[in-house]
């Protein structure tokens, strides 16, 4: 299994490429933006890019989606269906986090409107690239229709940005919940198993085992009570 990170946006977004080496097919999870570096390494491996799949639809995830489309146009692109909002209403988005309309240019957030999507996740739907298999997880709570992708053979889950290393995803934006964050980390991802490695959003790589041990969200070193951090 090959999986390759590119860092991108002011938000130091992981975007990745994953690969099968045996077929050399190979998917990029969560575009944030347009990058050549990601496109030639794409040619150069000689991987052919069946999709591009969303962890859910927020700017520094898909901002790179209608760029890597128009190099390959015979990717497909999913998204959660809750999501979808978002990402037709990408050119806005940058408005929520309060930047002035005058200013997306010069900050670097001019967003055109993303190509169609070709489908939408099902909660629970394998997806295979090559020999690999990933199961698609509804975990809702950072955004309405946010999934994970977990890899089952090579024990791997792409998380976007519901877990992080000693954090987890943050619910102020619209959609956001933290009961249901917690509830889709606990019931979804913690029960994977230990021995996952955990691919997040943003940061480092961690582990399921590490993060049950660690993250104080996970540990009840942090509790929440009636909105607020006790
Ligand atoms: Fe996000």
Redesign the pocket.
């Known amino acids: 299994m090959i999986i390759e990170r590119f860092v991108l946006t002011p938000f130091q977004q992981n975007t990745r490429v994953v690969a099968c080496p045996d077929t050399r097919r190979a998917i990029c999870i969560d575009p944030g933006e347009a990058s050549k570096e990601l496109e030639d390494f794409l040619t150069e491996n000689d991987f052919e890019l069946q999709a591009i799949t969303l962890t ?1 639809g ?1 700017f ?2 898909i901002g790179g989606t209608a760029d890597l489309r128009r190099r390959f146009p015979q990717a497909e692109i999913f998204l959660h269906k809750d999501d979808e909002d978002f990402y037709y209403g990408l050119p806005e988005q940058p408005l929520f986090l309060g930047i002035p309309q005058h200013q997306l240019k010069i900050l670097g957030f001019e967003y055109e409107l993303p190509p169609k999507l070709t489908r939408n996740w099902e909660d629970g739907e394998i997806y295979e690239v090559g020999n690999l298999r990933f199961k698609i997880l509804h975990c809702p709570g ?2 309405r229709g946010h999934v994970v992708m977990a890899e089952e053979t090579h024990k791997k889950v792409f998380v ?2 519901c877990l992080f290393e000693g954090s987890i ?2 619910t102020d ?1 619209p959609g956001g919940n933290f009961e249901q964050l917690m509830d889709s980390i606990n019931r979804k991802i913690l029960t994977l198993g230990d021995d996952y490695t955990v691919y997040s ?1 943003h940061g480092r790589e961690t582990t399921i085992a590490s993060e049950k041990k660690t993250n104080p969200f996970l540990t009840g070193a942090y509790q929440m009570t009636q909105g607020r951090f006790l």
Do not use: I, P, S, V
């Open positions: 859910h927020h520094d995830h950072h955004t976007g940005d995803g943050r934006l959003g």
